[in-house]
């Protein structure tokens, strides 16, 4: 089994800064790409930025110069440095990891249970 713990959501001012950390533990034999992705009340869910085992990243565009993915891979670790929120991104924060497990032939994404990020004055 594969489990994804996400921290360091919470509420932040306009303007601020946050970090979040998405830790991978379990039966894993390596993992290939690791992502995040957010929810915010009555939309769909939309990619914030991924990452590669060899470090290559992926934004969507709205996130592009305000976020940084990052990577450890020695603790199967992905972060995402969020930097000038806005109240537009408030919502669930949810990392996701391609992982090959003990005993298994393919590699299956896991997803964690999500972390609350609220940007408000």
Known sequence: Q???VESGGGLVQPGGSLTLSCAASGSIVSIN???WYRQAPG???ELVADITSSGSTNYA???KGRFTIS?????NT???RMNRLKPEDTAVYS?????LGYGSRYYLTYWGQGT???VSS
């Open 43 to 45: 939309k769909r869910r």
């Open 71 to 75: 990577r450890d891979n020695a603790k």
């Open 33 to 35: 790409a690791m992502g």
């Open 61 to 63: 565009d709205s996130m």
């Open 95 to 99: 990392c996701n990891a391609n992982v």
């Open 116 to 118: 609350q990020v609220t």
């Open 2 to 4: 594969v489990q994804l």
């Open 78 to 80: 992905v972060y995402l």
